[in-house]
């Protein structure tokens, strides 16, 4: 949780020591069998977020396309990739990515993903315009 709370003020170096070590966890559950499935979707997503958030589109995307890969059930991380894809124009991936998003978590909406990336520090506040953006360009509805 500290991991999180770090990556969500923008403050990657501090948080950094906590990721490498959640990384290295999330390496030797692949090599080990399963351990906690909520634990690793957890430090999926927030590796995905950090990458993100850090204007890594690239990196991020890859760990959100393990995620999707390890846990297809999981409507969270197609969500992030249709974002991705329409951000870098992939059209059909991001309607592809956001029909799965839309299947798996149906009442999704920008307002409600507005809700759980509150702005914090300007880089953050431009990234957050880019999620944004990108999910609305996949088609992510506004809500109510």
Known sequence: MMALMLVRQGRF????????????????RREHGPSDRRR??????????????????????????????EMPDN????????AIDALHGREEQARAHMARH?????YSTLRYVEMAYPPSTSSLITQR????????????????
């Open 75 to 82: 409507g969270r991380p197609y969500l992030m990739l249709a």
């Open 102 to 106: 839309r299947q798996l978590l149906p």
């Open 129 to 144: 315009a880019r999620l944004i953006e990108g999910m609305r360009n996949a088609g992510l509805p506004e809500g109510g």
């Open 40 to 69: 690793l979707d957890f430090f999926y997503r927030l590796f995905a977020e950090t990458a993100f958030l850090q204007g890594h589109d690239n990196e991020s995307y890859e760990w959100l396309c393990r995620w999707s890969a």
């Open 13 to 28: 170096d501090e948080a950094a020591s906590y990721l490498a070590w959640m990384r290295s966890f999330a390496e030797r």
